[in-house]
């Protein structure tokens, strides 16, 4: 990966965590009617899809310990 | 045009494809069956009025192959426009079995939406597992053999839960008409189960994952449009409303998705994701508010679009490089651009982007959970769909977009015109959902007024994408991805793969050990009588050997005394 490549990347990456953050603090912007009261909490969306992505990796990660199947257990 | 059954058309198209042609031009007969039959069975179902009906006595039963309502026509159109986008994926493909078994299994599930009674629903249902598990076969490999057999297993098994069902109820109502029912009805339980089973439901999904991916690039599209999405027909007419299906459906959305995040081969990961979005269905189902029963169906009809785009851009890539393992894919983009759009707008789809089907249908069934205040239902649903962005969208996105380009000897081409016609057709239906979904809610079975653009829809929905993409990128540079080694993990089939034949193995054993025991006892105690006989029976026996007059004449005289004491004292 040359140089600039790298600086695209980097900057790429700038600009979706300044988009993430702006997207997250757009409820001030929002006129929200949540439903639930789950979906109330300010930057709902934004913290939910966060903590489940990782969530999701772990409770995987978790789940590989657990149950290892084979390409041979196939047959 | 009552009196011909929907999809009759289709059934007998796949019936010609088996004729034996002997000239060049007519050996491509099947071909072009694969395209017209489907045009022709449209055109034929559009000529249909809503609420037409036929009715039929058979075997005293009051039968009916046709029935015309919102709910039949919505899935009628679904499975021809799907069938059309297959054929065209297909056309290229020369084995004429593989043609008239999809024609067929297409034709069967056409049929089976448009059937009033349980009956003629049996007899649709059963054809489509007889059909399509030739598909499966079709790869012609030792495994899609066993897997195919595996699949028609449930798949009969399903039939038979459903023809036990509709004979209780006929026992039970005199009726085997095909409407919405509750679980304490006698029979009710087999008809659920019957569905659930071709449903994918907990316990019973493992022929999904285990048939599907065995099949041809070709098969398995056609596989992934019409058995399910028939198991959610019946589960939507046949019970909406039952509160039972709001777990099954949970367990169905969150469970696959971590077999997905792992799994090394792309097509078992979007068969695992089918498996996930299915499970929003029957959660929408189990809601049974008209809003979640309209996203239930708008999720099927969408859903078939995307599911079927990623399953053809992969069998492209299958056919191409032979593989569809994600350890062996990287920057495809440079070498098949235009599949490489496709599969943006299917992993755009499946991930619920805006402006994508996904995102049209996804959100009914969220708002349907929020409006019926199941707090925790929709938490979860949300889950899942964090779940599916990560494990299909990012996923299969990848293989085409990040990476170094395969370094290969093979030489990747864009496949022919008409297989991305194929996929155009799939994921021209994926954006104009997307973009215009009012089209598709006009066509569900229940009014709904609902707005989907709102700025509120959008921008959450866009919160929750950018940061699960944000927490992907991080985890993915720290190398902590689950499939960052290629692994698998085991499924419920471990329990008929693995325990049931390890118990039968045990149990047996143990159980012929103490046979043989047995027998060689018996072996022992018969040898002595033999024994015995023979010591009595030879020269020197007491039986054997020969006797002297007196002795003789002592026992006679014995004998005689013997009767005389007993004629006198008995008498």
Redesign the interface.
């Known amino acids: 990966m040359n140089a600039d490549t790298a600086q695209l990347r980097f900057r790429l990456l700038v600009g979706l965590i300044l988009f993430c953050v702006a997207l997250a603090n757009a409820d001030i912007l929002l006129n929200r009617h949540p439903h639930i009261p789950a979906e109330a909490p300010y930057g709902f969306y934004a913290w939910f899809g966060l903590f489940a992505c990782l969530a999701c990796i772990v409770l995987a990660h978790i789940a590989c310990l657990l149950l290892p199947r084979k390409e041979a257990d196939d047959d | 045009m009552t009196s011909l059954p929907p999809g009759l058309l289709m059934i007998l198209a796949g019936l010609a494809c088996l004729l034996p042609l002997k000239s060049k031009r007519a050996r491509q007969l099947p071909q072009w069956l694969l395209l017209l039959a489907p045009l022709l069975s449209l055109l034929h179902i559009l000529t249909l009025p809503l609420g037409a009906e036929v009715t039929r006595t058979f075997l005293g039963m009051q039968t009916m192959p046709l029935r015309v309502d919102a709910l039949s026509r919505l899935w009628g159109l679904l499975f021809h426009f799907a069938a059309i986008a297959a054929g065209l994926f297909s056309f290229t493909l020369t084995d004429r079995r593989q043609h008239a078994a999809a024609l067929a299994y297409a034709g069967a599930a056409i049929g089976a939406v448009y059937a009033g009674d349980l009956l003629t629903l049996f007899l649709y249902w059963e054809l489509t597992g007889v059909t399509s598990v030739f598909l499966v076969w079709a790869a012609g490999t030792?495994?899609s053999v066993?897997s195919g057999l595996r699949y028609l297993l449930f798949q009969v098994g399903s039939g038979v839960l459903l023809l036990a069902g509709a004979l209780m109820q006929f026992s039970d109502t005199g009726s085997i008409a095909f409407n919405a029912t509750v679980l304490t009805i006698p029979g009710a339980p087999f008809l659920l189960l019957g569905f659930g089973i071709k449903c994918g439901f907990p316990l019973f999904h493992t022929w999904l994952q285990d048939a599907y991916p065995e099949s041809t690039p070709t098969g398995t599209v056609w596989l992934s449009i019409f058995t399910t999405k028939l198991a959610i027909y019946a589960l939507l007419r046949g019970f909406p409303g039952e509160s039972l299906l709001i777990p099954i459906g949970l367990v169905m959305a969150v469970y696959p998705?971590?077999h997905a995040?792992?799994a090394d081969d792309l097509r078992r990961v979007v068969i695992y994701n089918l498996h996930n979005q299915l499970g929003f269905m029957v959660v929408a189902i189990g809601i049974g508010t008209p809003l979640a029963l309209n996203g239930a169906a708008a999720h099927a009809f969408g859903g078939i679009f995307y599911i079927a785009l990623l399953l053809m851009v992969l069998g492209v890539v299958r056919q191409q490089l032979g593989t569809s393992r994600a350890s062996a894919l990287s920057g495809l983009i440079a070498r098949l651009p235009r599949t490489a759009i496709y599969c943006a707008i299917g992993a755009a789809s499946i991930s619920a982007v805006p402006l994508f089907c996904g995102f049209a249908s996804k959100a009914l069934i969220l708002?349907a959970a929020?409006?019926a205040?199941l707090?925790r239902t929709?938490?979860l649903l949300?889950?899942a769909s964090?779940?599916t962005v990560?494990?299909s969208g990012v996923r299969v996105a990848s293989a085409f977009y990040l990476g170094e380009a395969p370094d290969t000897a093979a030489v990747l081409e864009e496949p022919p015109r008409v297989t991305r016609l194929g996929m155009g057709v799939a994921a021209g239906f994926c954006v104009l959902i997307g973009v215009f979904p009012f089209l598709l809610y006009r066509l569900l079975p229940f009014e709904m007024h609902y707005r989907l653009f709102t700025?509120?829809h959008l921008?959450?929905?866009?919160?929750?994408?950018?940061?699960?993409?944000?927490?992907?990128?991080a985890?993915r540079a720290a190398g902590?991805?689950?499939?960052s080694r290629p692994?698998?993990?085991?499924d419920t089939d471990w329990f008929y793969?693995?325990a049931f034949p390890e118990a039968i193995r045990v149990i047996g054993g143990a159980a012929w050990s103490r046979w043989v025991r047995a027998l060689g006892a018996l072996r022992r105690v018969m040898l002595f009588v033999a024994e015995r006989v023979r010591t009595l029976h030879d020269a020197e026996g007491v039986f054997g050997r020969t006797w002297t007059t007196g002795t003789m004449v002592l026992f006679a005289a014995i004998f005689l005394c013997l009767y005389l004491l007993v004629y006198t004292f008995w008498s």
Do not use: N
């Open positions: 030792r495994r066993a998705l971590f995040l792992i708002s929020a409006e205040h707090e929709w938490i949300l889950f964090v779940g990560l494990s700025l509120e921008v959450t929905q866009l919160q929750l994408l950018t940061w699960v993409l944000l927490a992907y990128i985890v902590l991805l689950p499939h692994a698998a993990l085991w793969r693995c």
